[in-house]
């Protein structure tokens, strides 16, 4: 089992809708979880960061977190071309291994 | 804006050959990552440092590749042989705080390619 889990998709959405973009992770110790976006041949930019159950709003993005299930989720609000990326997903600061880990990363595909 | 720098760009070298890549953290980021991340899959963590000490090496391939990061501040990965294998991307990162548990900030990657 990876230790952070992603549907590497391609997701595609029409743009304007919502995406919602998934993670999943094993190791309970994690305490602090970041979306990162890729553009193609780029390095990761950080977008979203949560530590704490419940949500967390940054303009167009919504961060999800339940830790009793072990699940993130990112929500993008009127999604637009300019969102087409991979998005990576990253759980950090273990109180079991203190290591950064990253998923595979999910395709974002908006369409216009 | 302060920026991980990460030298060189792009980088072609030849199997058996030895490459090294350098990082400057963001001044005062105590925690330094390197990545390798090959066309497709996401990032994976080869070596992470807590000021000059290694935290974990776990997925390093110590049989080739050697990091250091001497005074706490700038690191350099080395890679000796370089097998064709190695071709992917090699990622800097760092954050603030101990352990993963902030921000990481990426530079802008080396560009690897064995041929």
């Known amino acids: 089992q990876k230790e952070v889990e992603q549907n590497s998709g391609p997701l595609s959405v029409p743009e304007g809708a919502i995406a919602s973009l998934n993670c999943t992770y094993s190791?309970?110790?994690?305490?602090?979880f970041f979306w990162y976006r890729q553009y193609s041949g780029k390095s990761p930019e950080l977008i979203m960061f949560?530590?704490?159950?419940g949500d967390k709003e940054d303009g167009r993005f919504t961060a999800q977190l339940n830790k009793a299930s072990q699940y993130v989720s990112l929500l993008i609000r009127d999604s637009q071309p300019s969102d087409s990326a991979t998005y990576l997903c990253?759980?950090?600061?273990?109180?079991?291994?203190?290591?950064?880990?990253f998923g595979q990363g999910t395709t974002l595909q908006v369409k216009p | 804006e302060a920026e991980v720098a990460q030298s060189p760009r792009y980088k072609i070298t030849e199997k058996s050959q030895a490459v090294a890549f350098w990082c400057d953290p963001i001044?005062?980021?105590?925690?330094l990552y390197w990545y390798r991340q090959i066309l497709g899959q996401g990032p994976e963590l080869l070596v992470q440092f807590q000021d000059e000490s290694v935290v974990d090496d776990s997925q390093l391939p110590k049989d080739r590749f050697s990091a250091e990061r001497l005074k706490g501040v700038d690191s350099t990965l080395k890679i000796q042989p370089a097998e064709l294998g190695d071709s992917a991307m090699y990622l800097c990162?760092?954050?603030?705080?101990?352990?993963?548990?902030?921000?990481?900030?990426f530079g802008q990657g080396t560009r690897l390619t064995v041929v």
């Open positions: 949560i530590y704490s159950n």
């Open positions: 990162a760092s954050s603030h705080r101990a352990l993963g548990g902030t921000e990481a900030f």
């Open positions: 990253a759980a950090g600061g273990s109180s079991n291994t203190g290591k950064l880990i």
């Open positions: 001044s005062g980021h105590a925690t």
């Open positions: 190791d309970r110790g994690s305490q602090s």
